[in-house]
């Protein structure tokens, strides 16, 4: 999508880029609330809601956490949801362009960016996981039925005590077939380049380009089609989850006194919020300057999204839950399952082969989430290109979007195509992917508030689609920084690994230009008042 360039609200300050201000605005925008509706709530069904789920691994954990996204999601996710995307339409700018409204922020825009970029990079190599998977599932029987004799470390049968070291069928063929896993994790580097994967990721951002090109993720069908298809999956799933021996063993084994362990549950709790909500990635803001001329409900689009990333992600978390409840009871109160990004591929590669017609719902279940690995992606891409689509490029979108491609396939082969490519996706996912957005929604809702004026923004907002912010948004928009920032740095963690050591210095790079910026402005303003001083 091109950027989407007019004339500020008339309350807005006057930005510093007058080409911006002076050009008209383009004509790509929506006439079509519903479609338009449609869209930012279809962002809200991706990748994330079904696949990425930290606490799987841990039925201690899993409940208490899954309370706590709840809650943070009500007070945090949600009115941060309608913010961002209000941020969109009042300015009908880029994530970058957009903090025109207080230029000492503007740094802002580049860490969302960042965080768009980290996480365009793990949804690409999940996609190349799904299709990968979809495709094993055309065999004659799914090869993860039944143990590979060469398997290293052995596999263990169903029904059978689990031993330490040894892994289940779906977990065996995963890793050791599908990534070819080096055991040893990152020591001695991230090893041999997986051909066979890298063939997937690259059809993966084939299909992704066209998609970013043709602009087909716009366009109604496309989109009524994925959700349609995903929601269906998840209700025939849900049934079938319900009826599995063993499913209520998440709700006998959990734990609530995690709550008062550490503020770490409650920081990541927070993050996970902000991730199904799609918030502090910029993809909402560009979503928002695309909001039609006439006037649009943002309250009704938000709460419609909520429900939808809501009803979504409970239901993929309470399925998997289920399925490791089941093999809990398969393999006497064991099952090595691993926490991070290959736990929920495995749990639904396992619940896949428990029910009638296994083929069949393997690959409709894996071929689900392999659109909705591209879908997430080519949105991610697509606010990336919005960013830096202006006036210096507007007439090389082409060549220049098959350089991002071409970038991400690059590093993607390199990285995530490789033996070690798990434990890269899980360090994206745990560091820069995640983490940087509490600091950053914190930091979005100071500035909204604090610095330029709820009061202004309100009306900017009302000036734009004809509806003034609830009492409930403007209260959690003033209270949420500091509880954010409260949990976060209670939360932090130590820094004793090398992954945590490198995942906190790169979390500083990424709030590196909100600094900079920051000092910049400070020193301008400095400046401008030891000249009017001297004038005087």
């Not at 689990?162 to 050791?176: C, I, M, V």
């Not at 998609?211 to 079938?240: A, E, H, N, P, Q």
């Not at 006036?391 to 071409?406: A, D, E, N, Q, Y």
Request: charged share 10%; with cysteine.
């Amino acid at each position: 999508m091109s950027e989407t360039m007019s004339t500020r609200s008339k309350t807005m300050t006057e930005t510093i880029d007058s080409e911006s201000t002076d050009s008209p605005m383009v004509s790509d925008r929506w006439t079509n609330n519903i479609s338009y509706r449609q869209l930012v709530v279809s962002a809200c069904i991706g990748i994330f809601q079904v696949w990425w789920h930290p606490y799987l691994h841990d039925f201690r954990r899993l409940l208490p956490f899954i309370f706590l996204y709840n809650v943070f999601s009500v007070l945090i996710g949600y009115p941060l949801f309608y913010l961002e995307l209000a941020l969109g339409v009042a300015t009908k700018k880029s994530v970058l362009n957009c903090w025109d409204i207080a230029p000492m922020s503007r740094g802002i825009g580049f860490a969302m960016l960042s965080t768009c970029v980290f996480s365009a990079l793990a949804t690409g190599g999940v996609g190349a996981w799904c299709l990968a998977l979809t495709v094993h599932s055309v065999h004659t029987f799914l090869p993860w039925l039944h143990c590979a004799a060469e398997a290293q470390p052995p596999c263990a049968a169903r029904h059978r005590p689990l031993q330490a070291g040894s892994e289940t069928p779906p977990q065996s063929f995963f890793y050791n077939f599908v990534l070819d896993l080096k055991r040893d994790g990152l020591a001695g580097g991230l090893g041999n380049v997986v051909w066979e994967l890298v063939i997937y990721y690259v059809i993966c951002w084939i299909l992704i380009y066209f998609i970013v090109i043709k602009r087909i993720y716009s366009f109604s069908k496309l989109v009524m089609f994925k959700d349609v298809l995903t929601y269906f999956v998840l209700v025939c799933v849900g049934v079938g989850a319900v009826q599995l021996k063993g499913a209520s063993r998440m709700f006998n084994d959990c734990d609530w006194s995690v709550l008062f362990e550490n503020l770490q549950i409650w920081r990541e709790a927070i993050e996970y919020s902000l991730i199904e909500m799609t918030v502090c990635q910029g993809s909402l803001i560009m979503l928002g300057s695309y909001c039609p001329k006439t006037q649009h409900k943002l309250g009704t689009t938000a709460m419609l999204a909520f429900a939808i990333s809501k009803s979504g992600c409970m239901t993929a978390a309470l399925v998997l839950g289920a399925t490791h409840g089941a093999l809990y009871k398969d393999y006497e109160n064991a099952t090595n399952i691993l926490p991070g990004s290959s736990s929920s591929i495995i749990l639904w590669s396992d619940y896949v082969a428990r029910v009638p017609g296994s083929q069949f719902w393997s690959a409709l279940v894996f071929f689900t989430m392999f659109v909705l690995a591209l879908t997430t992606t080519a949105l991610l891409v697509q606010t990336i290109m919005s960013a830096f689509t202006g006036h210096s490029i507007r007439k090389i979108t082409g060549p220049f979007l098959i350089v991002v491609c071409l970038l991400f396939c690059l590093i993607g082969t390199m990285t995530l195509c490789t033996q070690g490519g798990l434990y890269v996706v899980n360090f994206l996912m745990n560091w820069p992917a995640s983490k940087p957005r509490v600091p950053i929604a914190a930091l979005i809702a100071t500035v909204v508030t604090f610095v330029y004026g709820q009061t202004t923004f309100c009306e900017d907002v009302y000036f734009a689609v004809g509806e003034y912010p609830s009492v409930f948004m403007r209260v959690c928009w003033a209270l949420s920084p500091a509880i954010m920032m409260l949990v976060f740095a209670g939360g932090a963690g130590p820094w004793g690994s090398s992954e945590a050591m490198a995942g906190w210095l790169l979390l500083g790079v990424v709030m590196l230009p909100i600094v900079i910026f920051v000092l910049i402005y400070g020193m301008f303003k400095c400046r401008v008042r030891n000249i009017v001083r001297d004038e005087k």
